[in-house]
């Protein structure tokens, strides 16, 4: 062999081995790509997948042969999806056919569903109704449609399944709350139509859009000012209106009219509102009042309280009114005499915490440790108090000052009276009863004395013994006969009680002469009743 054609077959060998390597190496990319391409579409169809799963939405396809193609799967195919088997408690789960979903539905509603089922997959007509299930309270929504490629391609029929019944109960829920707000705005309508005067709601822009039947009625009669002005009393309520808007103030003002041929007072009232929380829009809801009659009552209110004041300047009490701003609008003179103050102390209207401060310069302030603290105690009544309150103050100078504070129109009214005498004459008759008492205690006899009205009033140690009474019941102020059958266990005559007890009674109230019981213990008591000069009745026991 030339070594020509040795060069040549070496060069030809290794021309082919390039070629094939080459050809190895394209195909190798050919492959990667494919693979790569293959990879995205299944991880695409996954995607695709999962998504469908996750719909809340269940569905059922019918999948067709690709007619474009030689397609190996020439019949239809099934498929449930996961939620569908879940939704309607399959038991063969996504495995399920078509008959298996059927079963779930009322004969009549599967005969309607086969109907729709036919006409969509003849014809391509979609369909959306709802169904029953069976033996469920649920209903279910079933949206039939076909899926067609953008080549004409019929790919599926696509049958979803929605499950409404929450939904149908949340609208359940949306209608009763809506009849609820209907029979309350019937109310609120009926509350405003009902009121017996006209009342009405204006927008940002003065514009009435809400009034009620007397509105209506009064805004359309001829209104006549008392001066002969012939504007309309409704519409001259929008200056008011304006005011309240531009000031965000409750306003209100006064008109007189003619009404009917009468002369009538009313009184106007704009009070502004924001909108819905909205700052920038200011709505008024304004109400028209006839005062009238309370014009009527203040006046006479006014009379009749100048009469009274009159009266309290006359009395020896000392009266003072402080109003709520805590200033003395009256006082009589035997107010000023009795606290020690000049005639002029009352002409600048002092306030109740310079009154205090006055009689503390004076020393005639009850002694107090901390007069800042009992001064803003006092200053508390002023909005506190609801009702009237009496004590007693205790002067320096040895005086007694009754005080009885109490509400008052105008704000409060203070009394006070001086008791020295009063409490002194007390105490003395205090002390004569404790003296009495005391000298009932020490006599040996046994003593109890009754009350004109034969209630108990005193008794001693010795009939406590006596008798062995219980201290409390004896306490409790019984009477004549209660206490009479407290002796009835000590007595031996007790079987014929009620003839006795007749007979303590006659002699004790009627005849008042002496007699005597026979005791248990052998004893007998000697019973002496006596009457007393208030009327009482002393009964004495003395044993023999």
């Known amino acids: 062999m030339s070594n020509d054609l040795l060069h040549d077959m070496l060069y030809f060998c290794l021309l082919t081995g390039v070629v094939l390597v080459a050809f190895l190496v394209s195909f190798k990319i050919t ?65 399920s056919s078509f008959e298996d979903v059927l079963q779930m539905f009322t004969a009549q509603d599967v005969l309607k569903i086969k109907k729709y089922l036919s006409l969509m997959q003849d014809e391509g007509i979609p369909f959306d109704d709802t169904f029953l299930l069976k033996n469920v309270n649920r209903t279910i929504n079933i949206f039939g449609a076909r899926i067609n490629g953008t080549d004409g391609n019929l790919y599926c029929d696509m049958l979803w399944f929605r499950d409404l ?16 707000q209907n029979l309350k705005i ?11 005067f006209p009342i009405w709601l204006r927008d940002d822009k003065l514009n009435i859009i809400v009034q009620n039947k007397q509105y209506t009625q009064m805004s359309g009669s001829d209104l006549t000012t008392k001066e002969g002005n012939g504007s309309n009393l409704i519409a001259s309520a ?83 009114i402080f109003n709520m701003q805590q200033k003395l609008i009256f006082s009589n003179k035997s107010f000023l005499k009795l606290w020690n103050l000049p005639a002029e102390f009352a002409d600048n209207n002092p306030s109740y915490g310079e009154f205090l401060e006055a009689i503390r310069e004076n020393r005639t302030l009850p002694e107090v440790t901390d007069f800042r603290s009992y001064k803003n105690d006092e ?4 909005t506190s108090l609801i009702t009237s309150k009496e004590d007693l103050l205790h002067i320096p100078d040895g005086r007694t000052f009754r005080r009885v504070v109490a509400p008052h129109p105008n704000g409060l009214i203070f009394a006070f009276e001086d ?9 003395m008759a205090n002390e004569l009863v404790s003296v009495q008492q005391n000298i009932l205690d020490n006599t040996r006899d046994a003593v109890i004395i009754f009350a004109a009205n034969q209630k108990l009033k005193y008794f001693n140690r010795a009939y406590q ?41 006659r002699h004790l109230l009627n005849i008042c002469s ?31």
């Open 31 to 95: 492959i990667a790509r494919l693979r790569q391409k293959n990879y995205f579409l299944n991880r695409d169809r996954e995607r695709y997948a999962e998504t469908m799963y996750a719909s809340k939405d269940g569905y059922f396809a019918f999948i067709y042969p690709d007619e474009r193609i030689k397609d190996p799967r020439r019949s239809v195919r099934e498929r449930c999806s996961r939620r569908l088997a879940v939704m309607l408690n399959l038991k063969n789960g996504n495995q």
């Open 165 to 180: 019944s929450d939904d149908m109960l949340k609208m359940a829920e949306l209608e009763d709350e809506k009849r609820l």
């Open 186 to 196: 019937s109310k609120l309508e009926l509350l405003i139509n009902h009121l017996s």
């Open 238 to 320: 929008e200056t008011l209106a304006k005011t309240a808007q531009k000031t965000n103030k409750v306003q209100k003002d006064y008109v007189n009219l003619i009404v009917g041929g009468q002369a009538k007072r009313f009184e106007i009232t704009e009070t502004p509102f924001h909108s819905d929380g909205n700052l920038d829009k200011i709505f008024t809801v304004g109400f028209l009042q006839d005062v009238t009659e309370l014009d009527e009552v203040k006046r006479s209110f006014k009379i009749h309280q100048n009469a009274h004041l009159e009266v309290l300047s006359a009395l020896g009490t000392a009266f003072a």
């Open 379 to 382: 200053e508390k009544m002023f």
């Open 419 to 427: 008791v020295s005498d009063r409490l002194a004459a007390t105490r």
């Open 465 to 505: 013994r006596l008798w062995k009474v219980d201290l409390a019941q004896m306490q409790n102020m019984p009477s004549l006969t209660e206490v009479l059958e407290m002796q009835k266990k000590l007595l031996t005559a007790n079987n014929d009680w009620d003839n006795l007890k007749q007979n303590m009674l």
């Open 514 to 544: 002496r007699f005597r019981l026979e005791r248990k213990d052998g004893s007998v008591v000697e019973v002496v009743p006596v009457i007393l000069s208030d009327e009482s009745l002393m009964i004495t026991y003395a044993v023999n």
